[in-house]
């Protein structure tokens, strides 16, 4: 039997995901290359594990049961990847959008006067763990909540303004700060799986009429350039993902969004404590104390 960990992630993907599209978007992989895996896994095993539709993607009986299996399996080449990396001396920090945005290189000036010998690295996951469950993150900074994975532990670090994002020759662009009704007469972009956005940021006002779902990012953006859509997004996302033909501005009667580091909680980095305190510090306005 040829098993691999690419199968098993792809079904994990796939299962999380809903489709092979979405699945592939989040691992980055083609969709072609999605089904190979797939396709491969499951003559591996002598069993169809997924219910393919037009629409939908679902797991059959068997399926069911391979998953929590699978998942195990991935978790402890996770913990073995990050066991591998705390013997050579770094923190990895995963993000999906946006890392800290402004406080970004700030956090990284104040943790290397700190701790010289271990290097502070950010690194880029599309997932909703922001790449602690592939292992290539140690902490991850998240924008939504993970209450519902006991695997992980989070601690709130700061809160950030929401930005809308706006074509630069959309009449709203030549505004200032813009209103959430604002943004609702035209279709807006929402990432389900990692975005910070969801129809219900406009209740009690009318939401959006037209929903664009994108996958990551870069597709957000490109949408939003082309005058296809608006979108809604973290003051980070503002910082950290300047484009052409996309300006930012501010939304004055959204809600913060609150920001996270998290972590896994039966294995904690050495260092988290002192990564909390700092991190803290750097969201923390001027001359007010941090929790």
Known sequence: MDLQLRQLQMLVAVADAGTFTDAASAVGVSQASVSRSIAALES????????RTTRHVSLTAAGAKVLPAARRVLDEVAHLRRALTEDAGEMRVGYNWAALGRHTRRLQRTWAAAHPAVP?????????????????????????????????ATALIGAERRFAAIATDNALARRRQVRMADLARYPVAIDARTGTTTPALWHPGPAPATIRHTHGVDEWLTLIAAGQAVGVTSEATAHQNPRPGVAYRAVRDAPLIPVWLAWWSDTPPAVLPEL??????TYAPPGRPHD
């Open 44 to 51: 591996n095993l002598g069993v169809r594990l997924l219910q």
């Open 120 to 152: 502070l690295v950010f690194v880029q996951s599309n997932t909703v763990t922001a790449g602690l469950s592939e292992g290539i993150a140690d902490v991850a900074v998240i924008r939504r909540p993970l209450d519902d994975d006991p695997r992980f």
């Open 276 to 281: 909390l305190t700092l991190t803290r510090e």
